[in-house]
């Protein structure tokens, strides 16, 4: 049937009593009016309660599959999980329109940091999650999607990812680092020295070489060595700023990344090469 048609006969098959829809949609002469006069004239029936809602919107553009504008629902359960996407869903008043990049380091992260806060605090927000939910209630984990977002990238991680509970969420967190998530926060390890390093100053290299690789076999808990990097950079002279920077610089050609010593733990073989060639 024409989809105006077919609208109004659902309403009729499945007994509607309440149903939303577009702003466009609603539009005066739109085509939520046509279906309701197929309804009321044609089958006799008193219209559902309506109500309008927003678009979803990518770079402030309505989002169009036949335009090939932003997702589609399939790829959005990419994204995020059913609790997820149901919490986005409850948690915006229906006049909002919902800017939804998931290209963007505001948008998935900060909405599973929100889902995270809605689980714990006792307000409406909290209320918002509660309906998120079917059935047993998820027991949402601790650490931060942007954080899980970093652990994924990294080998041998299932011990941790399993210890805080993240299976639901690592598969999510994948899908979103490999497909949309901004190059900035990607950190795979160089095979060669990088680019980047050539800009290292000696008291840098020399930290390298002196400092962080004999201490990774004199260290075994790396956070005890995180936590001295900021002592050892005291020691040769450097800010903290310029120690991290050596290391990120080093191993994967950016100025930032994940823990400096996860990251240099992980890796310890190519660590141990890496900070003996770019001292040489």
């Known amino acids: 049937m024409p989809y105006k048609v077919e609208w109004a006969a659902k309403w ?5 009593t309440i149903e939303g829809a577009g702003k466009d949609h609603m539009s005066l002469g739109g085509t939520h009016d046509v279906a309701l006069q197929i309804l009321e004239k044609i089958f006799k029936k008193k219209a559902p309660l309506d109500f309008t809602y927003e678009f979803f919107l990518l770079g402030g ?7 090939g504008v932003g997702l589609t629902g399939e790829d959005l359960l990419e994204v995020l999980t059913p609790q997820v996407a149901r919490f986005l869903m409850i948690k915006t008043r229906p006049e909002q329109a919902v800017e939804f990049d998931p290209r963007s380091l505001d ?6 940091d929100d889902y995270q806060q809605a689980s714990m605090s006792k307000d409406d927000f909290h209320r918002a999650f ?14 931060r999607f942007w954080s899980l ?8 991680m299932e011990n941790e990812i399993k210890s805080g509970g993240l299976e639901n969420w690592a598969p999510y967190a994948k899908t979103w680092v490999e497909k949309y998530a901004p190059d900035n926060i ?6 060669n020295i990088p680019e980047e390093a050539k800009s290292l100053t ?14 990774i076999d004199n260290t075994k808990d790396p956070e005890i060595y995180q936590r001295n990097i900021y002592e050892w950079a005291k020691e040769f002279g450097l800010s903290s700023a310029e120690a991290f920077e050596a290391i990120y610089k080093s191993l994967i050609g950016k100025d930032h990344g994940p823990k400096a010593a996860w990251l240099i733990f992980k890796f310890k073989n190519i660590a141990r090469k890496r900070f003996q060639e770019i001292a040489s």
Request: aromatic fraction near 10%.
């Open 202 to 215: 000696q008291k840098q290299k020399e930290f390298l070489s002196k400092k962080l690789l004999p201490e």
């Open 12 to 16: 009729v098959t499945f007994g509607v």
């Open 61 to 67: 553009k309505k989002m169009s599959s036949s335009k």
């Open 107 to 112: 948008i998935i992260p900060r909405l599973y």
């Open 130 to 143: 509660d309906l998120s939910q079917v059935g047993e209630t998820e027991k949402v984990p601790e650490l």
């Open 186 to 191: 990607k950190f795979p390890i160089k095979e």
């Open 149 to 156: 977002a970093q652990w994924i990238q990294f080998p041998d």
